[in-house]
């Protein structure tokens, strides 16, 4: 990696500390925009309008010299870990991600996204694992990827069934990447995922899970994804949450009969554009393979 490249990542760390008074996803605009980091440090940024100008200007203002060291440091100390970084400038930010309005400025990933893991579905659920395991054993069996959390029983058990058969799956965690209760009792699970696809933190690597930050992760769960499959779930539990956060950025969201018969919050979803009702899994699989190699795709990965 070039000292550019460096200083470009070091400037997306710098600018996003910044970001003090709005969701992260308005400083990610601002730098996608601009095409460079940097360039919103110096000044040159000529947003679509004045709020995204005005961001830009005030977070600019906010990032001293100490900031950009402390940011260079931090990449330099997590890739002694293994750690490496992807920005919003990066040819290897996810390209499904990308796409998403809220998208997050930067990554920590251990492992590697590959260019082929746009080809992926999202498995969400709460408590039935049976279902759940049938679901992505399937789905890596069709050569999907398998997204999921990683803080449940269940999401681990969705990442080992999908690596069992030959998968490669992506874990999102609710923590930092060098924070061990990010990975809850699920560290060597953490470590098959990192051997066979990448496990994904969108938060600073030393941050605790919290409530809010479970809450933003759903943001990098559902980005991640070309489609999401809802298991099951309860109202305003985590499946409730990411269907709505998947179906608020445009993505198709896929969910057994029976969670639309007997859980309203699905049903009245399901009113709504962008849910679609599987028989099984066989359905669920061919429906997502359709999804997945229909889907327009932009030149980010």
Same mark, same amino acid.
């Given at each position: 990696?070039?000292?550019?490249?460096?200083?470009?990542?070091?400037?997306?760390?710098?600018?996003?500390?910044?970001?003090?008074?709005?969701?992260?996803?308005?400083?990610?605009?601002?730098?996608?925009?601009?095409?460079?980091?940097?360039?919103?440090?110096?000044?040159?940024?000529?947003?679509?309008?004045?709020?995204?100008? +005005? !961001? %830009?200007?005030?977070?600019?203002?906010?990032?001293? &010299?100490? =900031? /950009?060291?402390? *940011?260079?440091?931090?990449? @330099?100390?997590?890739?002694?870990?293994?750690?490496?970084?992807?920005?919003?400038?990066?040819?290897?930010?996810?390209?499904?991600?990308?796409?998403?309005?809220?998208?997050?400025?930067?990554?920590?990933?251990?492992?590697?996204?590959?260019?082929?893991?746009?080809?992926?579905?999202?498995?969400?659920?709460?408590?039935?694992?049976?279902?759940?395991?049938?679901?992505?054993?399937?789905? +890596? !069996? %069709?050569?999907?990827?398998?997204?999921?959390?990683? &803080?449940? =029983? /269940?999401?681990? *058990?969705?990442?080992?069934? @999908?690596?069992?058969?030959?998968?490669?799956?992506?874990?999102?965690?609710?923590?930092?990447?060098?924070?061990?209760?990010?990975?809850?009792?699920?560290?060597?699970?953490?470590?098959?995922?990192?051997?066979?696809?990448?496990?994904?933190?969108?938060?600073?690597?030393?941050?605790?899970?919290?409530?809010?930050?479970?809450?933003?992760?759903?943001?990098?769960?559902?980005?991640?994804?070309?489609?999401?499959?809802?298991?099951?779930?309860?109202?305003?539990?985590?499946?409730?949450?990411? *269907?709505?956060?998947?179906? @608020?950025?445009?993505?198709?969201?896929?969910?057994?009969?029976?969670?639309?018969?007997?859980?309203?919050?699905?049903?009245?979803?399901?009113?709504?554009?962008?849910?679609?009702?599987?028989?099984?899994?066989?359905?669920?699989?061919?429906?997502?393979?359709?999804?997945?190699?229909?889907?327009?795709?932009?030149?980010?990965?």
């Amino acid at each position: 990696m070039t000292m550019t490249a460096i200083d470009e990542q070091a400037a997306v760390l710098a600018l996003t500390k910044a970001t003090h008074d709005k969701p992260w996803f308005h400083t990610t605009r601002v730098i996608a925009a601009a095409g460079s980091a940097l360039g919103v440090l110096a000044g040159t940024f000529t947003g679509c309008d004045e709020d995204d100008q +005005a !961001h %830009a200007a005030a977070i600019a203002a906010r990032v001293r &010299r100490e =900031d /950009l060291e402390w *940011a260079r440091d931090l990449i @330099a100390a997590m890739r002694s870990e293994g750690v490496h970084l992807v920005t919003v400038l990066d040819k290897g930010y996810p390209g499904n991600l990308y796409s998403a309005y809220d998208r997050q400025p930067f990554l920590w990933v251990r492992g590697g996204i590959e260019r082929g893991d746009y080809r992926a579905v999202a498995v969400v659920g709460e408590l039935d694992v049976d279902h759940a395991t049938a679901a992505a054993r399937n789905l +890596a !069996h %069709a050569g999907l990827t398998v997204v999921s959390p990683l &803080r449940t =029983d /269940l999401d681990a *058990a969705v990442h080992e069934v @999908a690596i069992a058969v030959g998968g490669r799956t992506l874990g999102v965690l609710a923590g930092g990447l060098a924070a061990a209760s990010a990975f809850g009792a699920h560290a060597s699970v953490a470590k098959q995922i990192a051997e066979r696809g990448a496990v994904v933190s969108p938060f600073w690597p030393d941050i605790d899970p919290t409530n809010r930050t479970v809450e933003l992760a759903r943001i990098v769960t559902c980005g991640l994804a070309d489609c999401l499959y809802i298991v099951d779930g309860h109202p305003e539990g985590s499946s409730d949450g990411h *269907a709505a956060r998947a179906l @608020a950025t445009g993505k198709m969201v896929l969910v057994p009969q029976r969670l639309q018969q007997e859980q309203p919050w699905a049903a009245q979803a399901a009113v709504r554009a962008g849910m679609t009702v599987v028989q099984d899994i066989d359905d669920l699989v061919r429906q997502a393979v359709n999804l997945v190699d229909m889907t327009p795709r932009l030149n980010v990965s």
